[in-house]
């Protein structure tokens, strides 16, 4: 089992800046991607960002791309999320998730992250 911590949410506006973290234990990560989801209020929790911790290979969502960037900290066993251009829509609880490579289905979630984005 793989434990996710995020953090770095908070309260920015519109146009502003976010960098969340998640710092990972429990298991070596190579053979996992990790991921970033995200759900607002009234909403189904959806896809943003996944890495895959080997080659550091990043694919994004269509909302995400051109604003967020992945990346990782080997060392750290850390992925960060920087988030920029943020939008009202992006307003939501953002979780750090864990799968091993190949595999459809996430087993390993952090506790989330609230970010709130304000016009």
């Known amino acids: 089992q793989v434990q996710l911590v995020e953090s770095g949410g908070g309260l920015v506006q519109t146009g502003g800046s976010l960098r969340l973290s998640c710092a990972a234990s429990g298991r070596t990560l190579s053979g996992y991607d990790l991921g970033w989801f995200r759900q607002a209020p009234g909403k189904e929790r959806e896809y943003v960002a996944i890495i895959n911790w080997i080659t550091g290979n990043v694919y994004y969502a269509d909302s995400a791309k051109g604003r967020f960037t992945l990346s990782r900290d080997i060392v750290k066993s850390t992925v960060f999320l920087q988030m920029s251009g943020l939008k009202s829509e992006d307003t939501a609880v953002y979780y750090c998730?864990?799968?091993?490579?190949?595999?459809?289905?996430?087993?390993?979630w952090g506790q989330g992250t609230q970010v709130t984005v304000s016009s």
């Open positions: 998730a864990a799968r091993r490579s190949g595999s459809t289905s996430y087993d390993d």
